[in-house]
């Protein structure tokens, strides 16, 4: 019985869903519900932080070989984007 009541709810929630493999209708399925269970387990749940930290070594300060054997100072290479 639970079988038949998942599938038909795969049916209902991938009706609008074309050319999709029955995995992929499963895993639209789930997936919300999945998502819902780990918030709630708090798993998963860590922010990812995007502090602004300075890289430890600046591109301009870099330099690497060309194609043609000459070699190329990223420093002399600043192209400004209009």
Same mark, same amino acid.
Request: glycine share 4%; aromatic share 12%.
């Given at each position: ?9 795969? +049916? ?16 639209? +399925?789930?997936?919300? +519900? ?31 070989? +060309? ?16």
């Amino acid at each position: 019985m639970l079988l038949i009541t998942f599938s038909g709810y795969v +049916a209902i929630v991938t009706r609008n869903s074309k050319n999709m493999t029955i995995r992929q209708r499963i895993l639209k +399925a789930v997936y919300p +519900a999945f998502m819902w269970y780990t918030k709630l387990r708090g798993k998963n749940v860590t922010k990812l932080s995007n502090e602004i930290k300075p890289p430890p070594v600046s591109f301009y300060s870099l330099k690497t070989i +060309a194609n043609n054997g000459n070699e190329v100072d990223f420093s002399q290479c600043f192209v400004e984007i209009i």
